[in-house]
């Protein structure tokens, strides 16, 4: 997929749309204990271009920690994004898009969390907590 995709999707009861661009569409999974609290399951995002998305309807956000927000519908409560405060980022709900774009699984995030009744397959790259951790933990002299 090397063209830009223009996604467009809403919440189950359609009171928030959701559209953005993606240069590189790629699904994202994350087994972290957050995530699964949040969707019973796992959290499966897309990529888009940050400065493309498009937020129509009463989203809100819930802020889950010192780092992190998660969008939801108050009308129906779909989960709408995962979101970065510090950088405004939101990686949007794979499952707001029909056929989650058609992007293929490129990443897992805490795969040592995910519980014993799925997995998922694929030659995707998986991350365990401590690769996770060290992939978004600033590198020393960062703060």
């Known amino acids: 997929?090397?063209?830009v995709q223009h996604l467009s999707g809403q919440c189950l009861c359609g009171a928030v749309k959701i559209a953005a661009t993606a240069?590189?569409?790629i699904l994202r999974a994350c087994h972290c204990d957050m995530c699964r609290q949040h969707t019973?399951?796992?959290f499966m995002s897309i990529s888009a271009d940050p400065d493309s998305i498009s937020v129509e309807g009463p989203a809100k956000s819930f802020r889950s920690s010192e780092w992190a927000e998660r969008g939801f519908c108050p009308e129906c409560g779909s989960t709408l994004w995962y979101g970065t405060v510090h950088d405004g980022v939101k990686n949007l709900s794979a499952g707001l898009f029909k056929g989650a774009a058609d992007a293929p699984m490129k990443l897992e995030f805490f795969t040592d969390n995910c519980p014993q009744g799925y997995a998922l397959a694929g030659t995707h790259k998986k991350l365990s907590?401590?690769?996770?951790?060290?992939l978004f933990a600033p590198q020393e002299g960062e703060a």
Do not use: L, V, Y
């Open 1 to 3: 997929m090397d063209e």
């Open 23 to 25: 240069s590189n569409p």
């Open 40 to 42: 019973s399951g796992m």
């Open 129 to 134: 907590t401590q690769d996770t951790i060290a």
